[in-house]
């Protein structure tokens, strides 16, 4: 209403022109808007108030309103501004994409991986900027390029750092039915895996084109998910791949902790399906038996609230943690101090990620022959070194990976790399300082100059270094740590 | 406008210029003070001072339950804080006590509300130190936004439009939005007696035109403030407590 009367075309509120009423939600009215100082397109969200002051109207929009403002970045719409008391409302960009509600099931198995990752990355990005989005669904998800999707609505969303004001305000719980997660219906909060568990459930919706837990509407249809665990997608498309099934179901785990533990590592898995660890859920072909399902209602039919903890901590001690490998004779030196640094890493970090790459450096001209003198294929030939090497290392099977790239350039491999797999620590070995090295520059130098994360350079201490190589007695020893962040 | 929040700094210079500092480099605009310049600290009259030469230019300056008590006969306090407002009734000058016996309770601008303590009855010295407390003063007031000090703990409650009403632990450095549709209290900690076990000073700033707030931990020379109180003579126990915040 703009004194008294209905909002209309060429109505100017703040500086914002109305230039077209957009389909209006559920919850609020939506205007594209020109304002004369900004060139992106926007749009204006106003809550529909005059609807009895629905509760969650209002105190969604007010939680919107305070998230939005704090999130950045390429995953979320670019939040302009907020109206005060007398009239609410929020402009941000306008995205003209289509939502992942358009989307036809059943999608082939890498298409739904592609899509699936570009969300994972998503919620990897305002998970760091500590929110939980908690109402994850495909009409939520907007494809903004080839890249990137946006999440949109952020109305139940819940800021880290910040009052839940929808936490405090309602005592049931909030979200869609299909798409809560168990521990959302007992009002928890504060976990990202909640996302993990609504973006499990999109991947079967894409695989399947079924809910795996239906829509239920009331709460207490809601609580069923806390014992009844969902038919497998191969039940209703005999055609899911055993990696996707392997991917979906873990991320459908009841228990956040048999989840995924990050976005990011969910990503990972999408991006390398062959290296998904097959468990008996690759497998399953059919819902867990009547006793199983039992034992488990007896334990989770009045299951409590759960308390608000801090959860803020998993992202940090969950990470990606990737090892440059170097296979070279000339790198046998170095292999025990990387053995010994790795290993420090891997003690404090049990949940982390771990991936071992290896580079195996091509002719920038003259294309490289498929095999060896001995007609041995050289990738597979150091994916089998690359094993080797890493099994002392005391990672579970399921954590680690191993890569070998083919590249004229390195140091850009191992940084590209570390850039579309959110890799959070590179860990790597560098060989002595001869002037020749030093005129030609280091891979490790380089790659400790432009990585988008922490770098740890590994080198050989100097007493075990040959005593006829001078540089070696000036050169640094031990484990240098350099954080590009 | 960036407004610094600054309360209970009891005669603790390291901490007020610690926190004057920090507030310098971040551009502040205004300064509001809660009350509570003087007790427990060893500089009472640097920090009056410095308290009156801002309001000359224009700050906000509460009263505060330490400061009334400072130019009064009567105290109804606990022996330790006694002890320290007898010592700092020698040491305050005519002006200071002047200026002190002057101050208001409250003070409005626009939305804000600013007062020393609960603002249900100012003159009371009640704490808001939970939700109960906390809910009977977002009752009691008109202000879109309250600020207080007095319990040394510092603390952001809320009241939604439907009346809940919640409380929040703010977190350093985190800026918080006090949306339009709800009523705020936020309880500003303690500059130079921090109890909320950490010993950094605590202030806040807050920007009015998107209605920011940002509560600020800062940390300061606290062998030197509690070198002071040991020289001066006062109770053992006030320079003790600033190493442990509480």
């Known amino acids: 209403m703009l004194n008294g009367r209905p909002l209309q075309v060429g109505d100017v509120i703040d500086g914002f022109r109305l230039d077209e009423q957009l389909d209006s939600g559920g919850m609020a009215d939506f205007w594209r808007v020109s304002h004369a100082g900004v060139?992106?397109?926007?749009?204006?969200?106003?809550?529909?108030?005059?609807?009895?002051?629905?509760?969650?109207?209002?105190?969604?929009?007010?939680?919107?309103?305070?998230?939005?403002?704090?999130?950045?970045?390429?995953?979320?719409?670019?939040?302009?501004?907020?109206?005060?008391?007398?009239?609410?409302?929020?402009?941000?960009?306008?995205?003209?994409?289509?939502?992942?509600?358009?989307?036809?099931?059943?999608?082939?198995?890498?298409?739904?991986?592609?899509?699936?990752?570009?969300?994972?990355?998503?919620?990897?990005?305002?998970?760091?900027?500590?929110?939980?989005?908690?109402?994850?669904?495909?009409?939520?998800?907007?494809?903004?390029?080839?890249?990137?999707?946006?999440?949109?609505?952020?109305?139940?969303?819940?800021?880290?750092?910040?009052?839940?004001?929808?936490?405090?305000?309602?005592?049931?719980?909030?979200?869609?039915?299909?798409?809560?997660?168990?521990?959302?219906?007992?009002?928890?909060?504060?976990?990202?895996?909640?996302?993990?568990?609504?973006?499990?459930?999109?991947?079967?919706?894409?695989?399947?084109?079924?809910?795996?837990?239906?829509?239920?509407?009331?709460?207490?249809?809601?609580?069923?998910?806390?014992?009844?665990?969902?038919?497998?997608?191969?039940?209703?498309?005999?055609?899911?791949?055993?990696?996707?099934?392997?991917?979906?179901?873990?991320?459908?785990?009841?228990?956040?902790?048999?989840?995924?533990?990050?976005?990011?590592?969910?990503?990972?898995?999408?991006?390398?399906?062959?290296?998904?660890?097959?468990t008996e859920r690759a497998e399953r072909r059919s819902r867990d038996g009547a006793a199983t399902v039992f034992m488990r209602w007896l334990a989770n039919r009045n299951a409590p609230r759960i308390r608000a903890r801090d959860a803020v901590g998993l992202l940090d001690r969950s990470p990606i943690i990737m090892a440059a490998i170097d296979l070279s004779p000339e790198a046998e030196g170095l292999r025990e101090a990387l053995v010994v640094a790795l290993r420090r890493v891997l003690a404090t970090e049990p949940t982390a990620r771990f991936a071992c790459v290896n580079v195996l450096k091509t002719s920038r001209i003259a294309l490289d022959p498929m095999q060896d003198a001995q007609g041995r294929n050289p990738h597979l030939q150091r994916l089998v070194e690359l094993k080797h090497w890493s099994r002392v290392l005391p990672v579970a099977e399921d954590r680690i990976t191993y890569h070998v790239f083919e590249s004229p350039d390195p140091a850009a491999a191992i940084i590209e790399y570390a850039r579309n797999n959110n890799v959070d620590h590179i860990i790597m070995g560098a060989r002595g300082s001869s002037p020749l090295r030093r005129y030609l520059g280091s891979i490790s130098s380089e790659v400790v100059a432009r990585a988008p994360c922490t770098v740890t350079v590994v080198r050989q201490p100097v007493a075990a270094l040959d005593s006829s190589d001078e540089q070696a007695a000036t050169s640094l020893s031990g484990t240098e740590q350099s954080d590009m962040g | 406008m960036r407004i610094a929040l600054i309360s209970d700094i009891h005669a603790n210079r390291e901490a007020f210029e610690a926190c004057l500092d920090h507030a310098r480099r971040n551009a502040v605009d205004e300064y509001v003070f809660l009350g509570d310049y003087v007790g427990y600290g060893a500089d009472p009259g640097w920090v009056v001072d410095?308290?009156?030469?801002?309001?000359?230019?224009?700050?906000?300056?509460?009263?505060?339950?330490?400061?009334?008590?400072?130019?009064?006969?009567?105290?109804?306090?606990?022996?330790?804080?006694?002890?320290?407002?007898?010592?700092?009734?020698?040491?305050?000058?005519?002006?200071?006590?002047?200026?002190?016996?002057?101050?208001?309770?409250?003070?409005?601008?626009?939305?804000?509300?600013?007062?020393?303590?609960?603002?249900?009855?100012?003159?009371?010295?009640?704490?808001?130190?939970?939700?109960?407390?906390?809910?009977?003063?977002?009752?009691?007031?008109?202000?879109?936004?309250?600020?207080?000090?007095?319990?040394?703990?510092?603390?952001?409650?809320?009241?939604?439009?439907?009346?809940?009403?919640?409380?929040?632990?703010?977190?350093?450095?985190?800026?918080?939005?006090?949306?339009?549709?709800?009523?705020?209290?936020?309880?500003?900690?303690?500059?130079?007696?921090?109890?909320?076990?950490?010993?950094?000073?605590?202030?806040?700033?807050?920007?009015?035109?998107?209605?920011?707030?940002?509560?600020?931990?800062?940390?300061?020379?606290?062998?030197?403030?509690?070198?002071?109180?040991?020289?001066?003579?006062?109770?053992?126990?006030?320079?003790?407590?600033?190493?442990?915040?509480?």
């Open chain 2, 50 to 246: 410095s308290v009156m030469a801002h309001v000359e230019r224009g700050a906000i300056a509460i009263l505060g339950n330490h400061d009334a008590a400072a130019v009064s006969q009567v105290a109804d306090m606990n022996e330790d804080a006694a002890t320290a407002i007898e010592w700092t009734k020698t040491k305050l000058t005519r002006t200071q006590s002047d200026f002190l016996s002057r101050l208001p309770l409250t003070a409005q601008r626009g939305g804000y509300l600013y007062v020393h303590a609960n603002p249900v009855a100012p003159a009371d010295w009640g704490y808001v130190a939970d939700l109960y407390s906390a809910s009977r003063s977002l009752v009691a007031t008109q202000a879109h936004a309250t600020f207080c000090g007095h319990t040394h703990v510092p603390g952001l409650f809320h009241m939604s439009i439907t009346g809940k009403f919640a409380g929040f632990d703010p977190i350093d450095r985190v800026e918080i939005p006090l949306t339009p549709r709800r009523r705020w209290l936020a309880v500003i900690g303690s500059v130079g007696q921090p109890r909320d076990h950490n010993p950094a000073a605590c202030y806040a700033l807050l920007d009015d035109s998107h209605d920011v707030l940002t509560y600020i931990r800062v940390p300061y020379d606290i062998d030197t403030a509690a070198k002071k109180i040991r020289d001066a003579g006062l109770p053992i126990g006030l320079s003790y407590r600033l190493y442990q915040g509480y």
């Open chain 1, 39 to 278: 060139r992106l397109p926007l749009i204006m969200k106003i809550p529909l108030l005059r609807q009895g002051e629905d509760p969650l109207t209002i105190v969604g929009f007010e939680q919107e309103q305070m998230i939005l403002a704090r999130l950045t970045g390429p995953h979320v719409p670019r939040f302009v501004a907020a109206g005060d008391f007398e009239r609410p409302y929020i402009v941000m960009e306008h995205l003209a994409g289509q939502s992942l509600a358009t989307l036809v099931a059943p999608l082939p198995a890498d298409e739904i991986a592609r899509i699936g990752a570009k969300v994972a990355d998503a919620l990897r990005d305002i998970h760091q900027q500590h929110v939980i989005h908690l109402d994850l669904k495909p009409s939520n998800i907007i494809q903004r390029d080839n890249e990137n999707v946006v999440l949109i609505d952020f109305g139940l969303s819940r800021h880290l750092q910040l009052p839940d004001l929808i936490g405090e305000e309602f005592d049931s719980p909030v979200g869609t039915g299909a798409f809560v997660a168990p521990e959302q219906v007992r009002r928890s909060r504060d976990d990202p895996r909640s996302d993990i568990f609504a973006l499990g459930v999109i991947l079967y919706l894409l695989a399947t084109g079924e809910y795996p837990f239906g829509q239920p509407e009331r709460e207490s249809e809601w609580r069923r998910r806390l014992w009844r665990d969902p038919l497998p997608p191969c039940w209703w498309n005999p055609d899911v791949a055993p990696w996707l099934q392997e991917i979906i179901l873990r991320c459908l785990e009841i228990k956040p902790n048999a989840r995924y533990e990050t976005a990011a590592q969910l990503r990972f898995a999408l991006q390398h399906p062959d290296d998904v660890l097959l």
